[in-house]
């Protein structure tokens, strides 16, 4: 993720774009499935709340579909793919937004008035 290049009107927007970084940035799955796996790791000091949503969420899903990453730290997003036909320019959305302590709920974050949000490809040899 941070190896793209970005060019955001403003800061706090570029702020939050960096603040989470993806690896990889894509994944090619076989058609008779398979698994793989997403890490989420923060760059801020400050606790961010995620949503994983597939484009395609009858052969896709991702295991947390929302939930929390401590400041400066890591969590893994596993997404399994189904037995199916290759999918047209199917894609992982992870949106993500800076949320406070007390926050219990992840899927609060998409009311958020700075929410994030990129696309990861999903290909199938």
């Known amino acids: ?43 801020v000091n400050k606790r961010l709340g995620f949503k994983a949503t597939p484009s395609n969420p009858g052969l896709y899903k991702a295991k947390p579909e929302n939930g929390f990453i401590p400041p400066n730290g890591m969590l893994e997003v596993q997404v399994t793919r189904a037995i199916g036909p290759a999918g047209k320019n199917d894609e992982l959305v992870i949106q993500w937004a800076e949320v406070e302590p007390t926050v219990t709920d992840a899927r609060v974050i998409t009311s958020s008035p700075v929410l994030a949000e990129v696309g990861l490809a999903l290909k199938t040899a």
Not at 10 to 20: A, N, Q
């Open 1 to 43: 993720f941070r190896d793209r290049e970005w060019s955001l009107p403003f800061p706090l927007l570029s702020s939050i774009m960096t603040s989470l970084n993806i690896k990889p940035y894509d994944w090619t799955f076989p058609k008779q499935g398979g698994l793989a796996h997403f890490t989420l790791t923060s760059a």
